[in-house]
């Protein structure tokens, strides 16, 4: 997970990127965009908000709600960069 900004409307986000295992799979895919829709729905101060999912360059991201704060869990295997998705995320508005 990592702090992105977006442009339309100005403002910062956190980017997840999903599993390669997740975006190769075209079943998995495809479940991931109708939860993502259906959890968009939801309004509660324990929630982030998720305002879209998308792929740029084959690299599948959840762009959400960003706080500051500290992490609620860390897995040693995470990747640390998402460089990629960022600035294709802000070349793309």
């Known amino acids: 997970m990592c702090k992105a900004e ?11 990127s999903l599993p390669d295992h997740v975006a190769e799979a075209a079943q998995a895919l495809g479940r991931v965009q109708p939860e993502a829709q259906a959890a968009s729905a939801l309004n509660h ?32 295997g995470q990747k640390k960069s998402c460089t990629r998705a960022n ?5 793309a508005r």
């Open 87 to 91: 600035e294709s995320r802000s070349n």
């Open 45 to 76: 101060s324990n929630i982030g908000t998720i305002h879209e999912v998308d792929d740029r360059h084959g690299q599948v991201f959840i762009a959400m709600s960003f706080w500051t704060g500290t992490a609620a869990y860390y897995h040693p």
């Open 6 to 16: 977006d442009r339309r409307p100005p403002r910062f986000v956190a980017l997840q």
